[in-house]
T-cell receptor, first 111, second 115 residues
Framework: AQSVTQLDSQVPVFEEAPVELRCNYS??????LFWYVQYPNQGLQLLLK??????LVESINGFEAEFNKSQTSFHLRKPSVHISDTAEYFC?????????FGTGTSLTVIP | KAGVTQTPRYLIKTRGQQVTLSCSPI?????VSWYQQTPGQGLQFLFE???????NKGNFPGRFSGRQFSNSRSEMNVSTLELGDSALYLC??????????????FGPGTRLTVT
């Protein structure tokens, strides 16, 4: 079975500073990888995904993630965060007919 | 297209009762998955349905059950509610089957409180 590890449960960062949210997965086969974001009292929204091709994927709101097969990682980065980025972020990997989610990283942007 | 809808959004039940939650997937999506989200356990997979068949089931007791109708709408039922069943229940839909169909679209969830 797949598993996903998010090493940081909480990440506080000042507004306009860069941020990296870490995600590692366990797999010996090709994987698809996803980042989801959850704002308070809402469901999960897809932020970005890696299915194949370029290892660097970007979202429309400035986040990017890089698939690193040798390090089995899919870290999420943003060069300059906004207050509105405060949310819970989940890394996920599908296997079979289900998704395996990490435990989540709570990003808090400090004014 | 309309997104995934879940009803009701909030629910309060007492121990021992049963509850039914409903999920309407995005039009054309044939796969519906259910997840339980709690602060202590995070997101846990309950089950997945595709074309009215349960294809996969998580590690939950038999009190948790589900079904899918011919129009892809899905319901999940929890019988004999326990305090520990208090959680946000999320439904997600996807086209189902084949490359590129892994992307799941989530509904806003149903917040169940058991007292």
């Amino acid at each position: 079975a797949q598993s996903v590890t998010q090493l940081d449960s909480q990440v506080p960062v000042f507004e306009e500073a860069p941020v990296e949210l870490r995600c590692n997965y366990s797999s010996s086969v090709s994987v698809y990888l996803f980042w989801y974001v959850q704002y308070p009292n809402q469901g999960l929204q897809l932020l970005l995904k890696y299915l194949s091709g370029s290892t660097l994927v970007e979202s429309i709101n400035g986040f990017e993630a890089e698939f690193n097969k040798s390090q089995t990682s899919f870290h999420l980065r943003k060069p300059s965060v906004h207050i509105s980025d405060t949310a819970e972020y989940f890394c996920a990997v599908p296997s079979g007919n289900q998704f395996y989610f990490g435990t989540g990283t709570s990003l808090t942007v400090i004014p | 297209k309309a997104g995934v809808t879940q009803t009701p959004r909030y629910l309060i039940k007492t121990r021992g009762q049963q509850v039914t939650l409903s999920c309407s997937p995005i039009s054309g999506h044939r796969s519906v998955s259910w997840y339980q989200q709690t602060p202590g356990q995070g997101l846990q997979f309950l089950f997945e349905y595709f074309s009215e068949t349960q294809r996969n089931k998580g590690n939950f007791p038999g009190r948790f059950s589900g079904r899918q109708f011919s129009n892809s709408r899905s319901e999940m039922n929890v019988s004999t509610l326990e305090l520990g069943d208090s959680a946000l229940y999320l439904c997600a839909s996807s086209p189902g089957g084949g490359y590129g169909s892994y992307e799941q679209y989530f509904g806003p969830g149903t917040r169940l409180t058991v007292t």
